[in-house]
């Protein structure tokens, strides 16, 4: 069993960066692959970024390159998004989820847990 929680949200305005942190709870969040996730208003939930359980492998949807990144340290059981560029369009909950094994996915269904979310508003 993982339980995650999220934190980090926030109003920002436009141009103006966020980190958002997910903590793990367990002593096998090194056995985990960890994910990132957002659901806009009124849109479905949306698969962000994603990182290997020994931090090796990441992978960004397009729409963030080169202005989100994801990293993790497994001493301090946590995984973090650092958005930067922030625009109106990056406004919802995000979400982090765990998988276990060893490589992301972009997939919802391919993740084991689930965290309850922080929201992120940006200001135009």
């Known amino acids: 069993q993982v339980e995650l929680v999220e934190s980090g949200g926030g109003l920002v305005q436009a141009g103006g960066s966020l980190r958002l942190s997910c903590a793990a709870s367990g002593r096998t969040f090194s056995r985990y692959a960890m994910g990132w996730f957002r659901q806009a208003p009124g849109k479905e939930r949306e698969f962000v970024a994603s990182?290997?359980?020994?931090?090796?492998?990441?992978y960004n949807t397009e729409s963030v390159q080169g202005r989100f990144a994801i990293s993790r340290d497994n001493a301090k059981n946590t995984v973090y998004l650092q958005m930067n560029s922030l625009s109106p369009e990056d406004t919802a909950v995000y979400y982090c989820a765990a998988r276990n094994g060893p490589y992301g996915s972009g997939r919802e269904e391919n993740y084991d847990y689930w965290g309850q979310g922080t929201q992120v508003t940006v200001s135009a």
């Open positions: 990182i290997g359980w020994s931090g090796g492998t990441t």
